[in-house]
Each structure stands twice: as structure tokens, then as C-alpha cells.
């Protein structure tokens, strides 16, 4: 059985940082693609970043470039968001997802990731 169980939210001013923690069991996060979503009040679940391969490979969204970096570590099968730079409009239910079978070209989609925690919140204060 896969599980996914987030940490490290919370609320932060304008301009500080927040690093989320992904701890997986029953899937293995080195040989799969991971990710972390986002979704605001009223908006729809959105990526933010994802890595696979083992770790070489990242990609983000633009809103987000330069401010986030995912990472992963293997041998404690957990993946990493280091926030900086927090703004208010990253307030949001920040989620961890697996995905078995992403198309290279969805990679951000949420359609593409078959498994979900039950996500942690961030809050940014202007």
C-alpha cells in the first residue's frame, strides 16, 4: 500500500522560507516520477514541481522558478520542496504526489500522478 505523508507547513511573512517533506512508504521514490501540487481556495490544483529519474531531472512551474527547488533523498525515500522568497499568493494546501506512468509532456498535469497525501498548509503574510 502506497503512502505519502507531508510536513514541514506553515505560516510565514512575505519574503521567508518553509521547507515541505515528503516521506513515502510502499513506493519507491528513486525509480518513479514525485511531485508537489498546490491548490488555493476556489482555484484548481495546480504543479509546482516535480523530479524523477532519480534526481537529475526537475522541472517547475514558472511561477515558482528560482524561488523553489525540489530534491530527493533515496536512501530515506523522501522528497523535498525548499521554499524561498515565500509571497502571499503561494498560500496554499501544498500536496505530495507518486506517479507511476507520467507522459514527459504532463509532467505538472495532477491527472498524470496516481497516489496523493493529505497535503500540508502553507500561509504567507504579506
Known amino acids: 500500500q502506497v503512502q505519502l505523508g507531508e510536513s514541514g507547513g506553515g505560516s510565514v511573512q512575505a519574503g521567508g522560507s518553509l521547507r515541505l517533506s515528503c516521506a513515502a512508504s510502499?513506493?519507491?521514490?528513486?525509480?518513479?516520477?514525485m511531485g508537489w501540487f498546490r491548490q488555493a481556495p476556489g482555484k484548481e490544483r495546480e504543479g509546482v514541481a516535480i523530479i524523477w529519474s532519480g534526481g537529475p531531472s526537475t522541472t517547475y512551474a514558472d511561477s515558482v522558478k528560482g524561488r523553489f527547488t525540489i530534491s530527493q533523498d533515496n536512501a530515506k525515500n523522501t522528497v523535498y520542496l525548499q521554499m524561498t522568497n515565500l509571497k502571499p499568493e503561494d498560500t496554499a494546501m501544498y500536496y505530495c504526489a507518486a506517479g507511476t506512468r507520467v507522459s514527459v509532456f504532463r509532467r505538472l498535469r495532477p491527472s498524470e500522478y496516481n497516489y496523493w497525501g493529505q497535503g500540508t498548509q502553507v500561509t504567507v503574510s504579506p
Open positions: 510502499g513506493y519507491r521514490v528513486s525509480t518513479n516520477s
